[in-house]
């Protein structure tokens, strides 16, 4: 039998995620240890703040790593999706149309992983890593915070227009652009497709 030594464990992983997310490799994830378990209790505890932080901007938590809001034309969302590997979080915003059959969320939109350091070319620019204490717990959720205001709010304001959602350079996939042409086009029948309802917990 081989075991891994502690430089083996890292490879495949930085293989997948590149250099942007080095930082995160610096110990081993052990599931059903002690440790993850506190782990991930405590990540559950940084997004228990975080949802009340963002209610004030109209985002309710509809499901343990999504919030989601209500737009005159699209679901705008925050997915907080938490790394198995670490304790470390990444940002993705998204939209969905309200009557799209897609069966998954969808990640449409910007993701932090995806906003590199300009001080450190190769790094991601935003690190929302956490400890277990609740001073980090706070430090992290005001983090994702400001990422969300000046990055989220940003990007969901300049799609807030069926101009902007039916365009060629729109993030809806050509399905959910007929889907909301339908919609522009008879607003009174817009009814929530049961496939949001499973995949953003909305009603």
Same mark, same amino acid.
């Given at each position: 039998?081989?075991?891994?030594?502690?430089?083996?464990?890292? !490879?495949?992983?930085?293989?997948?995620?590149?250099?942007?997310?080095?930082?995160?490799?610096?110990?081993?994830?052990?599931? *059903?240890?002690?440790?993850?378990?506190?782990?991930?209790r405590?990540?559950?505890?940084?997004?228990?703040?975080?949802?009340?932080?963002?209610?004030?901007?109209?985002?309710?938590?509809?499901?343990?790593?999504?919030?989601?809001?209500?737009?005159?034309?699209?679901?705008?969302?925050v997915?907080?999706?938490?790394?198995?590997?670490?304790?470390s979080?990444?940002?993705?915003?998204?939209?969905? $149309?309200?009557?799209?059959?897609?069966? !998954?969320?969808g990640?449409?939109?910007?993701?932090?992983?995806?906003?590199?350091?300009?001080?450190s070319?190769?790094?991601?620019? %935003?690190?929302?890593?956490?400890?277990?204490?609740?001073?980090?717990?706070?430090?992290? !959720?005001?983090?994702?915070?400001?990422?969300?205001?000046?990055?989220?709010? *940003?990007?969901?304001?300049?799609?807030?227009?069926?101009?902007?959602?039916?365009?060629?350079?729109?993030?809806?996939?050509?399905? !959910?652009?007929?889907?909301?042409?339908?919609?522009?086009?008879?607003?009174?029948? $817009? %009814?929530?497709?049961?496939?949001?309802?499973?995949?953003?917990? $909305?009603?």
């Amino acid at each position: 039998m081989r075991f891994l030594n502690f430089t083996d464990w890292r !490879a495949p992983f930085k293989s997948a995620l590149g250099r942007m997310n080095e930082h995160l490799m610096s110990r081993p994830a052990f599931p *059903s240890s002690p440790e993850k378990r506190q782990e991930s209790r405590d990540a559950h505890k940084v997004l228990r703040l975080l949802a009340g932080m963002l209610k004030p901007f109209g985002f309710q938590c509809t499901k343990p790593t999504f919030f989601t809001r209500t737009g005159p034309y699209v679901i705008e969302f925050v997915h907080v999706h938490k790394y198995t590997f670490a304790a470390s979080f990444r940002i993705h915003f998204g939209l969905r $149309v309200r009557s799209d059959e897609f069966p !998954a969320a969808g990640l449409n939109g910007p993701c932090t992983d995806g906003i590199p350091d300009r001080e450190s070319p190769g790094l991601r620019l %935003q690190n929302f890593d956490f400890t277990a204490d609740e001073v980090s717990w706070k430090r992290c !959720a005001d983090l994702m915070l400001q990422c969300i205001t000046n990055e989220g709010l *940003s990007w969901f304001a300049s799609m807030d227009n069926p101009t902007a959602l039916l365009s060629s350079g729109s993030p809806l996939t050509q399905h !959910a652009q007929l889907a909301l042409q339908r919609e522009v086009e008879s607003p009174n029948c $817009v %009814q929530i497709s049961a496939a949001t309802q499973r995949a953003l917990n $909305v009603a």
